[in-house]
């Protein structure tokens, strides 16, 4: 496994930007696949963008097609989620995680998972 630590959250205006990192521990950290989900208070977590192995592969939920957008450097055991256009229904605590198997758009493919990260996008 590794060890996840998520940085970069804040309070920032509508039509603002902010740029998430994660940083990982442990071994073979180009081995997995990472993913950002997000949990707004009183719902559930839900899957906003997932980045292959490879890097190569990108898939991000709908609701943030277009706006942000996953990058990793392997160099720096390290996943980014730069965030566009943020709108106040973006906000949530933002954790990364990480898939031996592959990632995707479901929790139960990743294996490990940072503590989050508090985003506010106020009106």
């Known amino acids: 496994q590794v060890q996840l630590v998520e940085s970069g959250g804040g309070l920032v205006q509508a039509g603002g930007s902010l740029r998430l990192s994660c940083a990982a521990s442990?071994?073979?950290?180009?081995?997995?696949?990472m993913g950002w989900f997000r949990q707004a208070p009183g719902k559930e977590r839900e899957f906003v963008a997932t980045?292959?192995?490879?890097?190569?592969?990108?898939y991000y939920s709908d609701s943030v097609q277009g706006r942000f957008t996953i990058s990793r450097d392997d160099r720096k055991n390290a996943v980014y989620l730069q965030m566009n256009s943020l709108r106040p229904e973006d906000t949530a605590v933002y954790c990364c995680?990480?898939?031996?198997?592959?990632?995707?758009?479901?929790?139960?493919?990743?294996?490990?998972w940072g503590q989050g990260t508090q985003v506010t996008v106020s009106t």
């Open positions: 995680a990480a898939s031996s198997v592959g990632g995707g758009a479901y929790e139960r493919g990743y294996d490990s």
């Open positions: 442990g071994r073979a950290f180009s081995r997995y696949a």
């Open positions: 980045i292959a192995r490879s890097g190569v592969t990108l």
